[in-house]
Structures are given as C-alpha cells and as structure tokens.
C-alpha cells in the first residue's frame, strides 16, 4: 500500500484544516519545500500537495511551490486545487506534477473530466471522492449529493478512471481513525478500483487496518504533523 504524506498550502506554507473549515487552521512549516524533503529523506516516495489557495480562487495559486519541490526531491507528486480547466491541468503538470486530483469539478462537470482521462491518460488523472455519511460532499464540503459514494466511483470507472482518493470529510484533520467499515464495503463492492484512504488516518494501527483490507494507498496528514505517527515508524512499511 502507497503511504503518501499530504502538504496542504495556504499562502505558501504548510497547513491543515480541520473538515475543510478554513477558520480551522493551523500552520506547521513556513518552508514547505524542507517538509517534502523530510518526507523523501524518510524513504516516502510519493506527495499529495493541495493548493488550498487555489481551491478558493478557482484556478491554481501555488504553483511556484509545486516546481520548487518538484525540481529539489525526487517524489512522485500529485496536485489539486482550482483545476478547472485543461490549461490548469497542463501547468500543473508543467510544473512537475505527475499526477492530478480532479476534486469538486468531478462532481460539477464529469464530462469535463472525461476528457481529460482520454487528453491525459487514467494514470495521471486522480479522482477525489469527498464523502460524509456514504454520499459525496460539494461546495467545499458543505452541502450533501444524492449520489452514493459508490454510484460515483462507479461512474467514473466506466468513464475510464482507475485511482480514487476517498476523503471522509468528517473525519478529515480530526485524528478520529479513518472510515475503515465504509472502505471494506467498498472494495467488496469495486475491486477493480484503486483507493485511497483519505481523513482521520492517526495512528500505526489504522494504517495496518487499511492494508489488511486491501486499500490502495492512505494519505497521512495531520497526524505526522502533530506526531501520532512519526515518519520512523512509517518507515517499515515504505
């Protein structure tokens, strides 16, 4: 299983919020770059960057700190926020990114985004499934699709796509353990899928669940950040 470590920017440092609440903040590093190259230096191989800067101002915001850590490690680096459009997507892979998230816009314009699977290929173009209580979450996690969570990934996996980061916004940033019953259903339901684990991931414990049922990947947060995983215990497992 991929253990991919999250850097989220705001203003060009690295944060977390809470369930995606921007009044619930914290800033860890004003140097992004050295947490990526912490990160890489541990044995991770891959990156997952959120320009949250760019989520709000709808087009990407951060893209000098994607080419500083792209051009300074080795990681293999996936990119979202404010990518709504094909010229977005392409300077974020300008940039060094080898892998894209296509968050809300998956949502709004799946047409759209099948495009841009058949332009890029499945194998850059991630596809992040937000969700609370089963159903996929919009307008910036505050408001509830009817759509399953399910019903989506199934879509998109007739559309072509393979990789889905699954966040459950309820427990994202809250180090409550990740929605290990939702996942298992999950990959029951779509084995075919490739998913990744995203919110609430906390301890060495939850990550040895996510492997035991056959996860993909997990994206780990703020739980490295405030030290209920240390890259030293990750480090087995990478």
Known sequence: MDLIP???LINGQCVRLTEGDFSQQTTYDSDPLAVAQRFEQAGVRRLHLVDLDGARAKQPVNLPVLERIARHTNLTIDFGGGLQSEAAVR???DAGARQITAGSIAVREPALVGEWLRTFGAERIIIGADFRDNHI??????????????EFIEGYLAAGATT????DVSKDGKLQGPALATYQ???EQLPE???VASGGVTTLADVEALVAIGMH???IGKAIY?????????????
Not at 164 to 167: E, K, L, R
Not at 226 to 238: A, F, M, S, V
């Open 137 to 150: 979450s919009i307008n910036a996690w505050a408001e509830q699709s009817e759509r399953t969570l399910a």
């Open 193 to 195: 899928a490739q998913l």
């Open 217 to 219: 990947g997990a994206i």
């Open 226 to 238: 405030e030290g209920t995983i240390t890259l030293d215990e990750l480090r087995p497992l990478l």
């Open 164 to 167: 889905f980061i699954c966040t």
């Open 185 to 187: 259903q999950l990959r």
């Open 6 to 8: 999250a850097i989220d």
């Open 91 to 93: 300077q974020a892979f």
